[in-house]
């Protein structure tokens, strides 16, 4: 109950939330024109779409106004030279009724938010704010709510140095809390340590029950496929086609999924599996927000298969691809995983006789079921091949103990009674330490391999 208790003060109202009330915002993309910064993989329209798509994921959030105001260094202060800024704000404070300005660049400074929120006169939000907020909107179990409750920690951080030089600007004097020996800033600073410990250690507690559930499905001998893209690219859609789950209702929009489900499917040998659906990804996910939910992504490398999902019809589908795979080498899986990683090409309904050009792409509509049987197919070979589980027939007596110990101990396809001598041949899908088991028990069974 104590614990309880802390951990819902952990997970109180978050200061950092923008009000429950309607947002009117202008989106301003700083558009790199040349230099190491410009990304060739897209354009300042590309980018400023996908800033207008994080958005209208929030409720009563409205895109006033987009502008591109093109810049040479995004990271100077006031982001813009000084006649684009000027223009800038002009078209700024002309905007009516405005509440807010999207600044589309990943991190800015406390002190560029102080300088440009007194040079427009409204809040100044970064990617890194919008897409917390999301999170903040979309995270419904406990261990979503403190990955979002990690990842407001720096920015909590940043916001208390702007304090206190506002502090001490305006006061000057004594930078010492009455008798304490502390400064303003010490003590703040160790209040948000204090509470960063206490989020990583409830986290851990929460990683350690997944770790032994894990273990449970180990024992059951389940192989873990992960679904893993590029945000709104159709992974949930996709994990539905799979399974037939009906409960399962994907959302057309941006980061629908933070926490990792799982469900279970068959494939085409009847063979049943996890399906396990992940957080998804995005350009510029600030560093720090991967690892909140590097607790969620552990779940990745215990898996036996990676399907990377991709929505083949999206205008920056290979930069979005770069991004995932970025992602997942940062994540340090073991090398295996990324080897026999399965290339999806999702949503080929929309473009007329798609081919892939990647060599091993499966070309599929999760919404219409075109290509499933053959993507089945495909993970049924790649994981045969990295749990070691074998198809094969093995001959059995039908007086004695075998049938019962192969419906208990592997996946029985298929049982052909041979009547005339009390015989039967059964298919089975076996992993290969139940297989030592059953030639150990039962030395005298013919085997054939499939």
């Known amino acids: 109950e104590e614990d309880e208790a802390a951990l819902e003060e952990l997970l109180g109202p978050s200061p950092l939330a923008p009000g429950p009330g309607a947002q009117r915002v202008a989106i301003v993309h700083p558009a790199v024109k040349w230099g190491p910064q410009k990304s060739p993989l897209t354009t300042a329209e590309l980018q400023i779409a996908e800033a207008v798509a994080l958005v209208d994921t929030l409720q009563n959030w409205t895109v006033l106004d987009q502008i591109i105001i ?21 078209k700024i404070k002309k905007l009516p009724r405005m509440t807010a300005v999207f600044l589309n660049v ?19 939000f970064d990617r890194y704010t919008v897409v917390l907020h999301i999170f903040r909107c979309n995270a419904r179990t406990k261990e979503a709510k403190l990955q979002v409750a990690l990842a407001e920690i720096p920015l909590l951080r940043s916001n208390l140095k702007n304090e206190v030089s506002q502090r001490d600007q305006q006061r000057g004097g004594s930078r010492y809390i009455m008798g304490s020996g502390e400064t303003f800033l010490e003590t703040q600073n160790r209040v948000l340590k204090e ?24 024992k059951c001998e389940f192989p873990m496929v992960s679904v893993m893209g590029y945000t709104n690219c159709g992974k949930t859609t996709l994990i539905k086609a799979l399974t037939g789950e009906a409960g399962l209702q994907p959302r057309d929009q941006l980061f629908a999924t933070l926490d ?6 068959y494939l085409p040998s009847q063979m049943a599996v996890i399906y396990v659906d992940t957080i998804g990804f995005l350009t510029d996910l ?16 215990y898996s036996d298969l990676i399907v990377h999902v991709r929505d083949i019809t999206h205008p920056e589908t290979i930069l979005q691809k770069a991004t995932v795979l970025s992602v997942l080498r940062n994540l340090n899986l073991p090398s295996h995983l990324l080897d026999s990683m399965v290339e999806v090409h999702n949503k080929v309904d929309l473009i007329e006789r798609y081919k892939p050009t990647e060599e091993n792409a499966v070309a599929i509509s999760a919404l219409h079921g075109h290509g499933l049987e053959e993507l089945k197919q495909e993970i049924e070979k790649k994981i045969l091949t990295a749990t070691g589980k074998k198809i094969l027939t093995v001959s059995i007596n039908l007086e004695g103990p075998q049938l019962s110990w192969l419906h208990k101990e592997a996946t029985v396809q298929d049982v052909e009674v041979m009547p005339e001598d009390g015989t039967a041949r059964v298919k089975v899908i076996i992993g290969s330490s139940a297989f030592g088991r059953y030639k150990n028990l039962f030395p005298n069974s013919k085997i054939f391999m499939s």
């Open 286 to 301: 600030p560093h720090n927000l991967v690892e909140s939910f590097s607790a969620t992504l552990e779940e990745v490398a």
């Open 106 to 124: 990943e991190r800015i400074s406390s002190l560029t938010k102080k300088e440009l929120e007194g040079a427009w006169g409204v809040e100044v």
């Open 195 to 218: 509470r960063e410990l206490k989020i990583r250690n409830a986290l851990e507690k929460l990683r350690r029950k997944r770790a032994l559930l894990r273990t449970q499905r180990r």
């Open 70 to 90: 093109p810049t040479k260094n995004p990271n100077k202060k006031f982001v813009f030279g000084k006649g684009n800024f000027q223009v800038l704000t002009e």
């Open 260 to 265: 990792i489900t799982a469900h279970a499917g």
